[in-house]
């Protein structure tokens, strides 16, 4: 009854159209593409009805959507088909993870919806202070930032996803005849690249730690030696044992360090992970807006990976920036063709008093 109290827009009878009908109906789709689709092809679709019903639903709809549609695969899709038998073991390993998949979608969508309801919550309570005006401002604050976070998720997850069901699949695969090496490549893959999903759970706790701290976030003068220290120790694995080139006009600044600090190890980490050395950090204080920017060379086909737009760092600055009254900007400079990120925000503690 919990999920039902969190899904007013269904009833439960649409619920269960959404999560267990629902596949039926695009599995029957799919049923005349079976002799050209893979079970791969047939999988990604699945999830990708399994992210909407998350998104739509709730967590444990989606959950149940999971199951129904590892159910159907393979009752509709593996020999001997129409059957639940599996005369290979190793399709449990494609049914394994599709499950794993959809249960971390599931999850992750769950987070968003409470972390959504959280800001539903504060806006009604702003609204009790507030005219009609601000109130018609938050409501649209709310509604770009649970899309951002949509776009976030969907760019950061595409790529390992999708890599996971390919060694998957090859590993299930009894027409391909792989050697031992080939076989721990595959796994060496699915391994990584769960690690990547891992690290992107971890941003999303750093973005919805950002968000919470929207009322209580504490502006006060801080050491930027310090923030540089402390965004690098953050991201100990991938920065430790680089080397950076630091550039500071002025010692100081007014800052929530927590949030500064978040965000500048999210800069860092996309810096070294898609750039060349050496990284170089400047900060000034020019006429009162303080600047702190990342930069070094970058390739043309790094620049197409590096986190410029839609990923889950940039996510994480903007929000950081937003609560600083300040901006998150990307640039590529034409003529040295480095890759510049900046943090901008005005050296005042009146910038965050009023989002306290």
């Not at 959504?116 to 009790?128: E, F, N, V």
Request: aromatic share 6%; proline share 2%; net charge positive.
């Amino acid at each position: 009854m919990k999920t039902l109290r969190h899904n007013k827009r269904f009833a439960l009878w649409q619920l269960l159209l959404l999560s267990v009908v629902a596949p039926v109906l695009l599995a029957l789709l799919l049923l005349p593409a079976r002799a050209i689709a893979t079970t791969t092809d047939v999988a990604m679709l699945q999830l990708l009805w399994v992210t909407l019903v998350a998104q739509y639903a709730g967590q444990r709809w989606a959950i149940i959507s999971t199951f129904s549609s590892v159910l159907l695969l393979n009752l509709l899709f593996v020999e001997p088909y129409y059957t639940l038998f599996v005369h290979q073991g190793d399709y449990v390993i494609t049914f394994v993870v599709m499950l794993l998949l959809g249960i971390f979608i599931a999850r992750l969508s769950g987070r968003l919806r409470l972390q959504l309801a959280r800001a539903k919550k504060y806006m009604r309570q702003r609204q009790l202070l507030n005219n009609k005006t601000r109130q018609a401002k938050l409501q649209a604050e709310l509604e770009h930032s649970r899309a951002m976070m949509l776009r976030s998720l969907s760019h950061d997850l595409r790529t390992p996803l999708a890599t996971i069901m390919g060694a998957s699949s090859m590993l299930a695969d009894d027409e391909l005849s792989l050697s031992e090496a080939q076989i721990r490549e595959q796994a060496t893959n699915i391994y990584q690249q769960s690690s990547l999903l891992s690290q992107h759970f971890d941003k999303v706790m750093e973005l919805s730690r950002v968000q919470q701290m929207q009322s209580s976030m504490k502006i006060e003068p801080v050491a930027v030696s310090d923030i540089i220290s402390a965004a690098i120790a953050r991201r100990a694995p991938v920065l430790a044992e680089q080397s950076f080139a630091i550039e500071l006009a002025d010692a100081d600044c007014a800052a929530d360090a927590t949030l500064l600090e978040i965000a500048l190890a999210n800069m860092l980490e996309n810096a070294v992970k898609h750039g060349q050395q050496p990284v170089r950090i400047a900060f000034s204080n020019c006429n009162g807006q303080c600047s702190l920017s990342v930069s070094n060379a970058t390739t043309a086909k790094a620049t197409a990976q590096r986190d410029s737009g839609t990923g889950l760092g940039t996510a994480i600055c903007q929000a950081v920036m937003h609560l600083h009254a300040g901006q998150f900007t990307t640039e590529i400079n034409a003529a040295s063709e480095h890759f510049i990120a900046r943090l901008s925000w005005p050296h005042t503690t009146t910038a965050g008093a009023k989002r306290g």
